[in-house]
């Protein structure tokens, strides 16, 4: 498995330093890795962990083309085949205090968004709950870590090619605790020059209206990442 280090960022709009990993176009593992701050095996353990996450990624891709009445490999061959992905190790330092007071509310970790692909698999610190995702009635509300889970996060792709039957998980992160916070976000998207657009069977349940126009996934990936990260 080839894997390029994409960024390493120190992002101060958001109170975030993150870790980034996608698909190696350009360089091989041996010149990407070959950083004498990593521990000895961070190579193969990020091997180890994006194999399983894409393959954990695919099975519930596949019991959602079944959920929404298609067939299992709907996200497979020219959607998703090839899927692309990125993997990013974030760490969120704990809120800050004034006059002896906790500061939280004000120290955003990340901002409100949506995520650009598919299917996103948070895996997050036991102890520290700050990820928030906002319902129907317009609340934030937290989803606290559970062991031995993660927490899965629908994608603009898949709001898309089901129809609007699935939303993209509007969502945030507020450390409100003083402890330095860190999780593990893999991305799983569809082919990078994949043709999205609503599946067929469900256009159906919406009764034959196609809520969404076709999207080209890199185009819309390119653009979201304009618009999120502008300078």
Not at 133 to 160: H, Y
Not at 161 to 181: D, F, M, P
Request: aromatic share 10%.
């Amino acid at each position: 498995m080839g894997i390029l280090v994409l960024s390493i960022l120190h992002l101060v709009a958001d109170l975030k330093v993150r870790l980034s990993f996608g698909v190696d176009v350009l360089l091989s593992c041996n010149i990407v890795f070959d950083r004498p701050h990593y521990p000895p095996n961070f190579k193969e353990l990020m091997e180890e962990y994006i194999s399983l996450c894409t393959e954990v990624s695919r099975k519930i891709m596949r019991g959602i083309a079944l959920a929404l009445g298609g067939s299992p490999d709907e996200f497979e061959g020219e959607r998703g085949g090839d899927a692309f992905w990125v993997m990013r190790l974030i760490g969120y330092p704990g809120a800050s205090t004034a006059n002896g007071k906790c500061t939280s509310e004000n120290d955003i970790g990340c901002g409100a968004h949506t995520d650009y692909g598919l299917l996103t698999l948070v895996n997050q610190d036991e102890n520290i709950t700050a990820l928030q995702v906002r319902n129907q009635a317009g609340e934030w509300i937290s989803a606290p870590p559970n062991p031995g889970t993660f927490v899965c996060n629908i994608g603009d792709m898949l709001k898309i090619l089901s129809n609007g039957l699935y939303e993209s998980t509007l969502h945030r992160v507020i450390n409100k605790s003083q402890t330095y916070r860190v999780c593990v976000a893999f991305f799983y998207e569809p082919n990078y020059d994949a043709a999205v657009e609503p599946l067929e069977v469900c256009v159906r349940k919406r009764g034959g209206t196609r809520k969404f126009e076709k999207a080209v996934y890199g185009e819309h990936l390119v653009s979201k990442v304009q618009t999120n990260f502008v300078t």
